[in-house]
Structures are given as structure tokens and as C-alpha cells.
């Protein structure tokens, strides 16, 4: 739900300037707007989030080979994409590019952990927005192995080393937020516990665009040396950035909003790790009430939790 709520705060808003935002800036939840759909509208972020929630339960009571789980992602993801499974009003809209040609490559029977593209121009933050309900096999397996299955469902949609190491860390952090830890020390914390993971190519050679990630200070960068377009670096930076800054889950995914351009990833990354150190009864009961699908969300969501259990 925190992922949600923040995807369906940031689309009506979407490819909005940040000057336009400062000067009005968003303060609830509200509809129509860019893609002019109603209030509650959550996008392809929220979308492929629950697809992967939704075969992680398939998966985890039986736990088969790991071609098991990623043919079950490539299947609920095949069905979003054609069927409109999972989509808030039964229509996909605001599809990135990257993902739309990835998925029709898994149509047409490419392993899952190639389909993605691989080329530097590809590192868009659609593999980042959805992986967060990975975070979830951690008590399953060491960090060093969940980065990997990261890495692999990065892979379905973004494939290059950059997208993956994106998710790794951000999936650590959120791994430390489960272990209790403030926003601050899940950050510093998560960073660390994968540094040495990413000493090795093809993924060391990646790590100069994290440098301000890596070096656990990015809350102290002022705004405006914070960037929220659609590059993953650019989202995970502005996500780390948001919720350091804030006290509160609204505050975060409102602080992310109002950073403009791609509002409703930068806003769902930032209320993914929201939602998990806040809970969901620090999220505002008018927003939530007002989410597309609540109660089926909130299902799977306990769905995912007996799976864990």
C-alpha cells in the first residue's frame, strides 16, 4: 500500500516541472491531470509491484527451482501487459518503453533473465520501481543471494549491470529497515552490507555512478542537486533523499511529489520503504480509502504475508 498510494499521488501530477509544483504544490490526494484518470489511479509501478507479490505467494509455500518463480513473474507480468491483470480500472497505461519491449520479448519465449535490454541508454528506473517485494525472501537466504535473485528479476525488464546494482542496494536498505533500524541507519547500513558485493565485475566498473549513494550522506544534498526523471540513479537517489528528509510517510511521498518530473515512481520508491517503516496506520485513512482496488491489495498483501509465515 505505501507503494501504491505514492503512484497514485504522483499521476496526476506526472512529467509536471518542479517549479510548477513549488509554486502549487500537491498536498493530498487528487485525480485526472496527466493521464486523466479518477483519484485512487495507481500506475504500471503499482502494477508490476503486485504482479511480483502475487507470484511470490505462488511461489514461496513450494519454493521449486528458481526458473519456477521467474516463469511465474514472466506470466503475471504477459497477463498485465495484454490482459490489463492487475490494473486498476482494467486499462495499462503509462507503459515505459524499456518494459513494453522486454515484455513482448517474454511473450515470444526469451528466457526471462534476457529479456531485459542490457545497452547503457536502458537504465530507467522500471525494474526499481517494482522490485521492493523482494525484500521478503530475506529470511530465506543470505544477502549475497537475494541480491543475485534481484539482479535476475531486474533482469526480466533491465538488464544492465546499472539496474541491477539500483535494486540490490535498495532492496538492502529496505532489508535493514525490516531489522528495525531508523531511515538513516537503514541506509548507512544497507549501503554497507552490499559494498563488498559489488567489488567484482561486471558490476564494480558501475559503481562510479553511485559514489554519492555509496558515500551515505545523500540526505545533506541540498534540492536542488537532486534529480526525479525517470533515470534509476536519479530515483534512487531522490527516494534515499525524500525519506532521510522526512518524519512521516506522507511527508516523504509529498516531499517526493513535489520534486516533478516522473512524480508517481519517484513517489512509489519512496513509499515502498514508507510504507515498510511506518506501517500502514501511518498512512492517511482518506488516502488509503481512496485506493483503486484497496481491499484486493490489502489481500494480497495478507496473502504474501501467510506465504512468508
Given at each position: 500500500m505505501g507503494v501504491c498510494v505514492g503512484d497514485a499521488l504522483g499521476v496526476p501530477v506526472e512529467f509536471s516541472s518542479r517549479s510548477d509544483l513549488l509554486h502549487s504544490p500537491v498536498t493530498t490526494l487528487q485525480g485526472y491531470g496527466t493521464h486523466n484518470q479518477p483519484p485512487g489511479t495507481w500506475s504500471d509501478d503499482?502494477?508490476?509491484?503486485?504482479?511480483?507479490?502475487?507470484?511470490?505467494?505462488?511461489?514461496?509455500?513450494y519454493r521449486n527451482s528458481e526458473a519456477d518463480f521467474y516463469e511465474a513473474i514472466t506470466d503475471y507480468f504477459c497477463r498485465w501487459y495484454s490482459q490489463a491483470d492487475w490494473t486498476p480500472h482494467g486499462e495499462v497505461f503509462d507503459i515505459g518503453n524499456t518494459t513494453a519491449v522486454a515484455i513482448r520479448r517474454l511473450q515470444q519465449g526469451v528466457s526471462p533473465t534476457q529479456a531485459g535490454a542490457t545497452s547503457e541508454g536502458s537504465n530507467g528506473n522500471g525494474s526499481l520501481m517494482r522490485i521492493l517485494p523482494l525484500v521478503y525472501l530475506y529470511p530465506f537466504c543470505d544477502l549475497s543471494t537475494l541480491i543475485?535473485?534481484?539482479?535476475?528479476?531486474?533482469?526480466?525488464?533491465?538488464?544492465?549491470?546499472?539496474?541491477?546494482?539500483?535494486?540490490?542496494i535498495y532492496i538492502s536498505i529496505a532489508v535493514s529497515l525490516l531489522e528495525n533500524y531508523s531511515p538513516k541507519e537503514a541506509y548507512q547500513r544497507g549501503i554497507q552490507?552490499?559494498?563488498a558485493i559489488y567489488q567484482h565485475p561486471p558490476h564494480i566498473?558501475?559503481?562510479?555512478?553511485?559514489?554519492?549513494?555509496?558515500?551515505?550522506?545523500?540526505?545533506?544534498?541540498?534540492?536542488?542537486?537532486?534529480?526525479?526523471?525517470?533515470?534509476?540513479?536519479s530515483t534512487l537517489e531522490a527516494a534515499l533523499w525524500c525519506f532521510c528528509n522526512?518524519?512521516?510517510?506522507?511527508?516523504?511521498?509529498?516531499?517526493?511529489?513535489?520534486?516533478?518530473?516522473?512524480?508517481?515512481?519517484?513517489?512509489?520508491?519512496?513509499?515502498?520503504?514508507?510504507?515498510?517503516?511506518?506501517?500502514i496506520e501511518k498512512i492517511p485513512a482518506t488516502w488509503v480509502e481512496q485506493i483503486a482496488r484497496k481491499e484486493e491489495i490489502i489481500a494480497l498483501a495478507k496473502h504474501l504475508e501467510t506465504s512468508i509465515n
Open positions: 503499482s502494477s508490476l509491484t503486485l504482479c511480483l507479490a502475487k507470484a511470490l505467494c505462488d511461489w514461496l509455500p543475485q535473485k534481484v539482479h535476475n528479476i531486474s533482469s526480466l525488464t533491465h538488464g544492465h549491470p546499472r539496474s541491477q546494482i539500483a535494486c540490490g552490507k552490499v559494498e566498473s558501475e559503481m562510479q555512478h553511485f559514489r554519492r549513494v555509496m558515500g551515505g550522506e545523500i540526505f545533506t544534498l541540498p534540492m536542488e542537486e537532486i534529480r526525479s526523471d525517470g533515470y534509476v540513479v522526512s518524519l512521516s510517510y506522507q511527508e516523504a511521498v509529498l516531499i517526493a511529489i513535489n520534486l516533478g518530473e516522473d512524480t508517481d515512481t519517484t513517489a512509489a520508491v519512496t513509499g515502498g520503504l514508507a510504507g515498510i517503516y511506518y506501517g
